[in-house]
């Protein structure tokens, strides 16, 4: 039977955090529309860049998860995840993946094929090989990788490897016949890379409001913790990496750990964990998680007294952090770490609170003033970060990848949003409207949400 979808991307469910949990739940909400759809992936390694059992590293595996064929890869990752092992990871992996992408393109004959960012490295055999069987290709950009990787350190900047890597990244995206990004500042970074202007939409990462929502009453998580009923909890949950600036938070968990009342929790995996832990995991203000189960996310985010969102500032608008959604769809006050001009500022508007990253050294002072004021806590506040939350909504967004692929039965096409509608709740917008309406307009609508 001809496959509607092929996604052909290195992160993939059951990740729970990242690139990984939105292509597991696209593949899900297109197979719910009665697509046909088959992924290209390897084993679940992220946060943390190591594979879980029962899946292994080595070994091809297939399976079927929520109605999509998933067809798992060979990858070597490394636990530090940094440096030459962030190019050795989607090496591996492209490597690998080769053969059983190029047998399935042609043997299934995808009407449509969707590689995802992180990593290009898959790009150029899936658009030849999409190109013979006539397939839509389209690219769904997560986190401009080359950009990234130079910026946080990863790969030396300059010379011939930099010049190498973006001629590289620029070929490839003016190739597909659609870029789907996440943020308007993604977009305009693409449309600065040579890719016009006309293929480029933005479909932001969203949240179901119905798994992650307010939840009132005693939590769970305080008593496991051993948390005082009157304790602030300041909590962060997903990847520990550079990009995060964790250091920051870290910092200002020392710096209050004489201190009563204050509580940091951070829960994920990732690169910089274990340096972290041995750091900072013996203070009495400090409790540290592993990523927790799905079904405890929930309850998880409502532990929170105050959700915080560091950045390192060299990549504000490489990436925009997926985690954000969850944070605003738990009703939690939020701090984010965020220039006036980023797009995340933008976003968010009045419905966090703010700190500029040129004050992060302050951040235990911002904290405790923030708690002092009950910053954040007010009725107004907190409506607006729900009508933020169900502004990112996921049948919206599995909507638009539909129409973008045009691989939806006409029914489906027909019944998606229109573009008017899809900028209202601020889930999608085509390139050729955000040209008029600017960068900065873009995000009033989602700022001005009662």
Known sequence: MRVDVLIYGMNYAPELTGVGRYSGELARGLADKGLKVEVITTSPHYPGWFVRPPYSAWRYHRETVNGVRVIRCPIAVRRAGRGVWRLIAPLTFALASAPVAAWRILRSRPRAVLCVEPTLLVAPLALVMARLVGARTALHVQDLEVDAAFAVGHLPGGGLIAWLAYAFERALLKRFQAVV????????????????????QIVRNWVDTS???????????????ALAGDDSVVLYAGQIGAKQALHRVFEAAERLKDRPGVV?????????????????????????????????????????????????????????????????????????????????ALFVGRSCVRLPPDRIAQLDAALLDMFRRRAGTDATSRRARLALAKSLNFRLAVDAFADILKAAPAQHVASAPQTSSALHLGAVEPASQRGKRGLSSAAEPLQSEP
């Open 181 to 200: 990004t996440i943020s308007h500042a993604m977009a305009k970074a693409l449309e600065e890379k040579g890719v016009e202007r006309r293929r480029v």
């Open 264 to 344: 940091f929790v951070i829960a994920g995996e990732g690169p910089l964990k274990a340096r972290f832990t041995a750091r900072y995991g013996k203070l009495p203000n400090v409790r540290l998680l592993d990523l927790q189960p799905e079904e405890r996310l929930n309850e998880l985010l409502n532990l929170a007294d105050c959700h915080i969102l560091p950045q390192d500032p060299a990549v504000k608008d490489l990436v925009l952090p997926s985690k954000l959604g969850g944070m605003l769809a738990s009703g939690r006050p939020v701090l984010v770490v965020a220039d006036d001009d980023s797009e995340l």
């Open 211 to 225: 798994r992650i929502r307010p939840l009132a009453g005693s939590n769970g998580y305080r008593a496991e913790l």
